[in-house]
């Protein structure tokens, strides 16, 4: 896949969710497409309209393999928003604020706070976060700005094999949160059946789904003084391409 440049783009925020399901609820990633990369919104193989809800992405940005930034940018490419830059990246990162939602007795979802919506079973404000890595880190991947969950490999080295075992690591504010989902293959199996959990010190460890696209997910229900709601629900991918053989 082509490096390209990244520079933060600042949009703006809101949308829906499923602690429902929280399983099978919706996420972003990063994935190539057509020779070029771009932000899915989605679960499992159901891609949706993704430049609809650009509106919600608080920002995209760009590393080198240092992890100093690059300009980076979304640009619309018919159904989907594909990553833009004019310098090589190893990785690329992004945050949306999917806003209020709140379900009522009929199961309905509600794009608003209990504030508005009184009678609701459930009310939370979700976050969904995506990490793609363009080639195997060279350096820790660090804490990204404005990502309050985040899985990040525990080590640097990424297996290259699929079936081998990886363990990652899951952060909340910036520090390893225990308890947190983490579902290995979010494209091809969204209904895991029994996703791994992180231990005290925040690490779990998963096996290498696909010699192709690996989406891991994680997930992690954080509590909040926000009365509009019961609690935030955050979700945060990091995907990779592990390489085939050649042609």
Same mark, same amino acid.
């Given at each position: ?9 600042? *949009? ?23 020779? #070029? ?6 679960? $499992?193989?159901? &891609? @949706? ?12 940005? $760009? ?20 990553? !833009? ?11 949306? !604020? ?36 363009? #080639?195997?880190?060279?350096?820790? +991947?660090? @804490? ?13 080295? *990424? ?11 899951? @952060? ?12 290995? !293959?979010?494209?091809? &199996? ?38 509009? +709601? ?18």
């Amino acid at each position: 896949m082509p490096f390209r440049r990244l520079a933060t783009v600042a *949009i703006g925020a809101v949308t829906l969710a499923g602690m429902a399901a929280p399983l099978s609820a919706h996420g972003i990633w990063f994935a190539p497409r057509a020779k #070029q990369l771009a932000l899915v919104y989605g679960v $499992g193989a159901d &891609d @949706l309209d993704a430049v609809k809800r650009l509106p919600l992405v608080k920002s995209v940005t $760009g590393y080198d393999a240092d992890w100093a930034p690059v300009n980076t940018s979304l640009r619309t490419a018919g159904a989907i928003p594909v990553v !833009d830059s004019d310098e090589p990246v190893a990785a690329v990162a992004a945050v949306m !604020d999917y806003g209020y939602w709140s379900k009522t007795p009929d199961g309905e979802w509600h794009n608003k706070g209990r504030d508005e919506v009184p009678n609701a079973t459930l009310a939370e404000h979700n976050f969904k976060y995506a990490v793609h890595l363009n #080639q195997v880190p060279t350096k820790p +991947v660090p @804490l990204f700005e404005g990502h309050v969950l985040q899985i990040v490999p525990a080590d640097i080295a *990424i297996p290259q094999k699929m079936g081998e075992p990886m363990k990652v690591r899951v @952060l909340y504010k910036g520090k390893p949160i225990a308890g947190a989902t983490v579902m290995q !293959d979010y494209v091809n &199996d969204p209904d895991e059946a029994a996703p791994a959990k992180t231990g005290t010190d925040g690490t779990a460890m998963i096996k290498l789904r696909n010699q192709g696209l690996n989406v891991l997910m994680a997930i992690h229900v954080g509590q909040t003084t926000d009365k509009k +709601v019961d609690h935030e629900e955050y979700r945060a991918s990091l995907s990779f391409v592990l390489p085939h053989l050649p042609e």
